[in-house]
Every structure is written in C-alpha cells, then in structure tokens.
C-alpha cells in the first residue's frame, strides 16, 4: 500500500484509475497534456477503503496532506482558501475505477461562509452570481454532509419561493431574491441537522471529503455496481478543484459533449450546453439545453476552442470521449473526460471508423466491442410495413436505439415487479415525467424508457443508452400524471396497463402492439464480423431445430448445426398423435407402423435442415427428454377426467361417444401414472431411452441417413453428426452406437452413396467427464450439454432453482455468477477441461464443441477458446456475439488486455 495518500493532478496520469479513480485520473491527464483544467488534488481510493477500515474513520494526518496539496493550488491560482480577499472555492468529487454516472454526490462552491461571500461580491461586483452559487453550496453541502434531500430545498424552498416573487425561470430571480433564499436555506439546515451550517472552511471540506466516501455505499451507488459488476471493494477517490464558474453572465456556461454521437456513433460533436448555469444544470432538465451546434454560432471563438480541444482529447485517448466543460467569461475549462458510453450501433461504428482514420488497429477495434453491444443491434425494429396504418402518439427525442412493445408502467418499483427480470417477466413500458436514480431499477427491467422531459443527455437517456434498452426522452406532448398512473396525449389516454409500441431510433410512440422485425448483419456490423472472423480459431455453430432457424442462423454466420433438437419436430400438431399412439401401444404391429410414421416425417425435416445448411456440418441429438413430456400432465388429465365425470352423472342417458371418451382418458392417466419418476430429469431419458425402446433411436438414424443420401444423389454436400445423449459410462454407448452403426452400413450399403457421417456423444454428466479417456474410444466427437453438465455437478435442478435460491446466492456473493448463465470455470469448466484433454490423448485430434446455452455467453465462449473446444454452438441470434468472443479470445492469446476501458 502506498503511504502517500494526496496527489496533485500534475502528479497523475491516466493510468493511475485504480488509485486515484477515473476522473482524477483523466483529470491528471488533461493537465499533463497541457489542456485548460483548473488546478486540483485528488484523495486515494486506498484511503476510502482505510476509512471503511478503520470503522468509518478518515486517516487523522489525511486533513494535514489536503493542507499541503490546497497550498499547491492557492499558489496557481492566486487565491486563497477561506481568504477574506481573493477566496479559492473548490468542488469535491467522487470518481472510482469505473464511472458512475451521477450515483455520487458531488459538492460545488465550497469555501463560501459569510466572510468570502462578502470578499466575492466586492471582487465581482456581481452579488447574484454570489448568493446563487452560495444556494447551490448550502444545498449540495447539506444533502452530503447532513443528509438533508436536495428534493427539499428545491422543491419546498426554491420553488415555492420562485412561485411567490412570479420567477419562472431561475434567470428571473435577483441577487436579493437568492440572498434571501440563502437564508431560508440555512434556517433549514439550523432545523434539519441541529447544528449551525459550518463557516470553517476546512470542517466544510473535512466532512465533504468523507461523506463522498459515505456516499460509496448508497442504495443507488450499490445497485449501480451489482447490476455493473462493479466490486464493492475497491473504493471511491475524492477530488477537490479550484472552482470556475459558468453561472457568472452571458459569457459564462457549462456542458456536456462526446466527441462523437453516441446513439449512432456518426463522427461530429454531440452535447448540449447552458449559458449562465453551473454543474447539473444542464442534465437535471431545469432548463432546456441547448444543442452544442448553437454555440458555433454563439461564440465561434470558444467553439474552436472546444473543437480544438476534442480533436486533441481523441487522438490522446484514441477513443471517443465524454466530456464535461465549463466557460467561465469566454474562456473553455475541462471539467471531466472519460471514455463515452455508447450503443451497441456506436460502439461498432465507431471502432470500424477508427480503424480506417488510422487511430486504433482492428484486434482494438474487436476488443472495444462487448456482447451486449451486439445484442442491441440484433435487437429488433418495427415492420415498416405496419407503420403506415398505426397511430402515432407522440414524437420525443431518440434516446436510446431499438424498437420495443409493452405495457405502460408509471412507476419504477412496480416496473420492477412486473418486468422481466422480475418475478411475472411481463412486457414493461416504464413512463415518467423524467428519471432519477432511484427509478434505475425499474428501468433494468423495462423493455424500454420514455420520458416527457429531459434531453439526450438526461438521465433516462444515458442509464437507457448505457444498459441498452431503448428510450425516447422529452417527448413534450405527453402529460404524465406520475401519481394517478395514467397519461394524456393527443386526445388519447393511455392507463396503466395498456400496450403502446415504442421506437428508441425514430423517437416514435405508437399505440398498440406494432409487429417488430428482426435485424441483420450488414455496414460496420458486417465489416467487424469479417475482421472476427480473421482472427478467431474456434468455429461457431448455432442450435437450430428446424429449416428456418437454421436459415436465421446462417444469415448470422453459423458455420454449421451444433445442436439440432430432434424431440422438438414431435411436439409439431400433426405428429404428437403419432408420438403418443407410439408410447402407449402394446401392440408391437402397431409401435413399427407409428415408427414409420414418423420416420416420413422426420426425414423431410432433416432433408430441410441439410439443405438449408448447404454442405456445413449438423449436430443431430438423438431423442432426449423422458417420454411423459409427450403425453398430457397428470394434472391435466385428472382434472378433465372429473369434469367429464360430473358432466356424465347429471346427464340422464349419457352418450356412447362420451363413455368411450372417459374410458380412454381414464386408460391415459394410469400410463401417465405408471410412467411417473421422482426425478424425472436423472431417470428413462436419453441414452437410457435408447437402450430400452431401440425403436426410435434406430428410426431416427434411418431419417437421417437416408435424408442425407438423397441430398448427396441429388449432388449436394451433407455432414450429419448423430448425438447419442446423456452417457454416463461407455457401455451404454457401445450398445447403442454399435446398433446404430449397423443399421448406417445397411443404409449405406442400399443407397450405395459414401455418407460422411460421425458418431459422438454429448459430455452432460460428471461421470462422462470423468471417463473421457473410454469414451473417446468408442464417440467420434464430444459435445459439452453443460446445462445439464452443470445442473448434475452442483446438483441444482436448473429449473427450480433460479426461482428458489441462485438469485440470493448470486446477491450473497456465495456464487459469483449464475453457473447457467455463465459457465462455472473452476469446478464445471474444470470437467470441461480435463474432458478435453483425455478424450484428445485416447482420440487424437477429437473434435469437442460445447451446445449448452453457455455457448452464447461472451465469457464462458472465451473460456471454451481457451480450453481448445473446436468450436461453440448458441441460438442463431446470439451467433454474432459468439464469433466476436471468439476473436476477442484469440486476440487476448496475442495481446494483453488488461488495457480494456470500462
Ligand atoms: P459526476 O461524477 O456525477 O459527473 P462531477 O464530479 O463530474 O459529478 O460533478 C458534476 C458537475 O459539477 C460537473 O459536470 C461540473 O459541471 C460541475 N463541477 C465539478 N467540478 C467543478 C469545478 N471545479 N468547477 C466548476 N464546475 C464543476
Ligand atoms: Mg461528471
Ligand atoms: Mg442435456
């Protein structure tokens, strides 16, 4: 641990964010590279956790460093501290390793005690820009310090003073108005916190600093990690700056901007500004910002500056930057840069951009990417077509791409509650007036935001834009009455409940459910797929059960079938009848002519999905699931049975038809009953199916083959690879694999073609991981089922328990990660792993793939790179984020990537 506990910013750099946080970080970088920042220090995060520590005690010398460093910056600035003439002020900002957008209280215009102010006023000759700062102080201050709600004086005191002198906008308020308001602010904190406001500027500064270090674990701030996997431990620094103040006059302001668009990634300057404002001003909707392009022709000259200044920041960081800036008597101070949060559209656009002016290479352009990024433009968009004939509610501004259809929630907890992530999982629209912090939660699980205030750069904007959910902001028509759950707009009413389709790109808001269509790869998107695929090693397959997934999946770029799902084609209207009769019949005449049945109808299928696949390898896995999901639930049928039985006793002569009817329902229920297992899920499934009912097994190898041998006549390419399911011990696959390996040489011998096929096995229970070695001598490939892989090692039923206990585990910290979201790399990758491994020795070059769903999850793709798996299978629409994670896994053998921006 490093003693020193306070650097000056001319003692940082940029890559000092573990110590001294993002924003002291970039601060200390902006100064280094001679960009206007005004002069500051900033407080370790190391002594954040020594608080926390030390029982929520500061360092006792930690206020004597500040006093050394706050010199350092009196002597750049000329001005003094607490000074009776020529006061410094200073703002106190929180900033960790990872932004945090506005989940930590930042405190401006600290210095101002009746001394100073009065110093301020004569030195400016500007008392209202005195009394408004010094408002702004004792609110900010007291929020922090004494926990008194900001909600409170602005609305309590603020407003309703502004209300009884006619002042609609804060512009309107006098010097002697804010003087005033002043005071009922401090008659406030006298009631609220039981103590004087201080007037010593270093108690003001004392517990400012540690109340940013309180502020670290505040709801908003917790909730903000969890859902950003942000750790807990690693502490806030704090900041303290020389002031400059946009709030001084007309030739005074303060914004936000990106240096390139952030919803669409477009290379031009994005951000909005306030003149004659301070700090929030312009992200908390109090006034209407204006568009950074306006200052072009405002003050042309403090737009070169600025344009001047963010061609500098990119070509520095080499990437886009978010930044926050304050004019103070027309001359440009840096206030923040961090790198820009954006959509998925703009993260790819803006790497694939980069690249061709030369800024960044491809590997970097791969690595900027994230999954979710590419999860947003695969999202889906409303079918043109339909938009004709739909009413349109409103316009606001597009927030956040995407196009979304839901239901009007107005209120985040019962967003919440209703919402996907949530217990019910509903389609959820949150609406409100605008968005705070507090609203974060609802927002997660919304399929979109809309807000009636508030700009592309409010609140709901950027959290929406930063989670990738679609958001249109400041749609002005809407009247949201956030107590009543009800909206008004146009002449329509929208009540809680009601569905309404929304469109984050357009800024569109239509009533009813509009149909949305599915996106596709092309652009930027298509260019970086293309360079994905230059670079990664593994293969990527797509799990498809029928033509027109497979069709949707190759469109994405799916190499082949990892997993084609044969039980899902019985479960189709016109063949579970067939499937049934075939489980329940004694007579074995009966059973054959069921199996051809459905051997007709099985090879069309398979006929469709080669043909779709033209030529690329298909993971075809023999029949599964234990019978019983064929037949109706025991529920089901008891519960027919008795209404039929009620309906007949008061019927006087009941029907022959009925009689029968009952009779056979009643016949179903004593086979459901004698077909019951405790543990359905460890019993008469899979391979253990296969051994004791051959039958299917063996027709389902005829459709196969037999599919495969027309296509190959008819002078196509064909690769199936038959799946024998849920092995446990190579026994069972030498008794099946060997019966099906004779009836493929009959086939074969008939059609008289070569059929390229192969014989594996999935790796789904412990045991086969175990005995990989075995195994690999009789399966000609492996497949990792690692959901039920991991279901069988943790011995959790999947099912149940997401609902029961993993959600708590996951909050507890007792898991890190939900192991059926993300694989569980020590203890199941580790099977994986070892599997791999033995079943190459036994098998050389064994082909191992991986069809669980963790097979579409960025993280656990990268891991099966790094265990060797040749390739990974995921549902077609989550392809594209699996060949991404795959280069990202190569790219990482060559580079490190412990660069990676947050
Ligand atoms: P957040 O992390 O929530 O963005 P900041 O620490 O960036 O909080 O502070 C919020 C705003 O306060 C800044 O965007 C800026 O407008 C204002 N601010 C912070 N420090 C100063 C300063 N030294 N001078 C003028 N304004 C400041
Ligand atoms: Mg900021
Ligand atoms: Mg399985």
Redesign the pocket.
Known sequence: MSTKRVYLFSEGNATMRDLLGG?GANLAEMTNIGLPV?PGLTVTTEVCTEYYREGKKLPATLMADVKVAVAEVEKITGLGFGAPSKPLLL?V???SKFSM??M?D?V?NLGLNPTTVEAMIAESGNPRFVYDSYRRFIMMFSDVAFGLSKGYFDNEIFSVYKKKVGAVNDLDLTADNLKEICDLFLAHVREGAGREFPTDVYEQLELSIEAVFRSWNNDRAIIYRRTEKIPDEIGTAVTV????Y?NMGDDCG?GVAFTRDPSNGEKLLFGEYLMNA???DVVAGVRTPVPISELEKQNPEIYKQFTDTCDKLEAHYKEMQDI?F?IQNNKLYM??CRTGKRTGPAAVRTAVEMVAEGLIDKETAILRVTGSHLDQLLHPRIDPAALAGATLLATGLPASPGAAVGTAIFTADKAAELGVHGGAGQKVILIREETNPDDVHGMLAAQAVLTARGGKTSHAAVVARGFGIPCVAGAESLHVDDKNHVMKVGGHTINEGDTITLDGTSGCIYLGALPLIDPEVSGSFGTLMTWCDEFRRMGVRANADNPRDAKQAMEFGAEGIGLCRTEHMFFETDRLPIVQQLILTKDEAVRQACLDKLEVVQQGDFEGIFEAMDGKPVTIRLIDPPLHEFLPSHETLVREIATLEAQLSVQASPSDADKKTLVEKQALLHEVESMKEANPMMGMRGVRLSIILPGMVIMQTRAILQAAAKLIKAGKKVQPEIMIPLVSTVNELKVVQGQLEAEAKLIVEREGVEIPYMFGTMIEIPRAALTSGEIAEQAQFFSFGTNDLTQMTFGYSRDDAEGKFLQRYVEQKILAVNPFESIDQTGVGRLMKMSVEEGRKARPGLKCGICGEHGGDPDSVIFCHQIGLDYVSCSPFRVPIARLAAAQGAIADRVAVGHRDR
């Open positions: 924003k005004p703002s900002r929180s900033g957008p506005g930590m930042t401006l700056q020389a002031m400059v946009g303060t301070q700090g929030e926050e304050t206030l923040q």
